[in-house]
Structures are given as C-alpha cells and as structure tokens.
C-alpha cells in the first residue's frame, strides 16, 4: 500500500497551465503504475491519464490529449500532470492513484488499489 497527496491544484485562466503533483510513501512507489483521474460532483470518476512504472508507456483521455503530459520521478516518489491549454470542462477535483501491477495502464478505477485525498483545479473562462 502507498499513500499519496496530491498538491498544485488552484484557480487559473482558461488557456493557462498547471503543473499537478503527487507525492507518495513506501518502498515500492518505482514498481506501481500511476494514474490521474477528475471527478466533477455528481458524475463518475473520469480518466485522464496513466503511466507505468518506468515511465516508458502512457496513456491519456481523448478529451486531454496533446494537452496533457503525465509523468514520474522514482528517486523522488512523485508523479506529475502537466496540464496546459486549460479548458473550463477540465475544471474538478483531480485525483492520484496507484496500481500494484506496474505494467498496467487501465482507464478504470476499479484497477487502481490506492488513492489520494484529491485537489481541486479550477479553469474560469
């Protein structure tokens, strides 16, 4: 198991940008996958992106990409969401996950073991 805390959300201009971080506990953060997911209040969880535990492979939402760059520091236990070009409809509460199979780059929740507490980004027009 790995905690995880999410930080870098905030306020910001539609066509701005933000930089997501999510920084996590343990041992074995290098051999879990890693994923970003936002959810508005009222509606599902949605996918945005995955990574696996080298970095080597990705995967995003058809809505973020090109816009969206996902990525990890196994020295510093930390996966990052560069979000830029920001849109109004990408406004929610992003949230971090992890998977213990560090190959897998699933779109689904329910693949991911762990979660953090989430952080709210907030894109006005």
């Known amino acids: 198991q790995v905690q995880l805390v999410e930080s870098g959300g905030g306020l910001v201009q539609a066509g701005g940008s933000l930089r997501l971080s999510c920084a996590a506990s343990?041992?074995?953060?290098?051999?879990?996958?890693m994923a970003w997911f936002r959810q508005i209040p009222g509606k599902e969880r949605e996918f945005v992106a995955a990574i696996n535990w080298s970095g080597g492979s990705t995967n995003y939402a058809d809505s973020v990409k090109g816009r969206f760059t996902i990525s990890r520091d196994n020295a510093k236990n930390t996966v990052y969401l560069q979000m830029n070009s920001l849109k109004p409809e990408d406004t929610a509460v992003y949230y971090c996950a992890a998977s213990r199979i560090g190959t897998l780059l699933g779109s689904g929740p329910s693949f991911y073991n762990d979660w953090g507490q989430g952080t709210q980004v907030t894109v006005s027009s």
């Open positions: 343990g041992r074995t953060f290098s051999s879990y996958a």
